[in-house]
């Protein structure tokens, strides 16, 4: 759809994630700057000076530290179902869900094995869909079942919580100097919406498009929202 409104899109996989190398689960051969600096080399390898970057949950944190570090590769920044690791003011983040936590404490899953991997995966998806609307388990289900026969090593995915940096951004989210368009879920477990807020207020001239009732990441069903506001907002970026 990104593509059909005139957009040249890139969209790869990061280290330990689908068909990038994998290394060792539990032993990342790579920090979060590795990842920064990597979504650069991807734009090198296409010839691209410059791009709008769009960045989804923890590639959000990537994409924002992109715009802080390497600025001159960046038009614009769409930052969807993400935060910031610099507390807005005095303002506490708001944390995770109750039933978000539960789940983390408490689920269980075999990453040796396949089956295990892919219950495991459409039980979280289940989670963070925010449970305000009908959820596809059998569509989720074929997209996950896909997703692990696709990855190397679908288990070495946990390295990215591993990493010593994190991927985090390495200065306030205030220093970004593109234009930034923050989308979120009014339903998002993991980031609540004040994260989205938080972040759209720390961004100069920062805005913010709230899916009702969506959860965490990006759902078929907002497609036909978010895909007219990324080519509005990338299109602005391309004047400047």
Aim: glycine share 10%.
């Amino acid at each position: 759809m990104l593509a059909g409104g005139g957009r040249f899109v890139i969209r790869y996989d990061h280290r330990d994630t689908g068909r990038s190398v994998a290394y060792e689960p539990g032993r990342p051969g790579y920090t979060g700057a590795d990842l920064v600096g990597d979504a650069a080399r991807v734009l090198d390898a296409y010839g691209v000076p410059a791009a709008h970057v769009v960045g989804v949950s923890a590639g959000g944190a990537l994409a924002q530290r992109l715009a802080l570090d390497h600025a001159d590769r960046v038009l614009s920044l769409v930052l969807i179902s993400t935060s910031s690791a610099v507390p807005a003011g005095d303002r506490a983040p708001e944390p995770p869900t109750a039933e978000f936590m539960r789940f983390v404490a408490t689920a269980h899953v075999d990453w040796s094995d396949a089956d295990s991997v892919v219950e495991y995966q459409v039980a979280y998806a289940r989670l963070l869909a925010g449970g305000r609307r009908p959820f596809d388990e059998a569509a989720v289900r074929g997209l996950v079942r896909r997703d692990v026969e696709r990855a190397h090593d679908f288990a070495a995915v946990r390295n990215h919580g591993a990493l010593p940096d994190g991927g985090l951004p390495s200065a306030p989210p205030s220093s970004i100097a593109v234009p930034a368009l923050v989308i979120h879920g009014s339903a998002d477990p993991m980031f609540p919406l004040p994260h989205g807020e938080a972040l759209a207020e720390q961004i100069p001239g920062g805005r913010l498009l709230v899916l009702e009732d969506a959860g965490h990441g990006v759902e078929r069903a907002d497609w036909a929202v978010i895909v007219p506001a990324i080519l509005e907002h990338t299109a602005a970026g391309s004047r400047r």
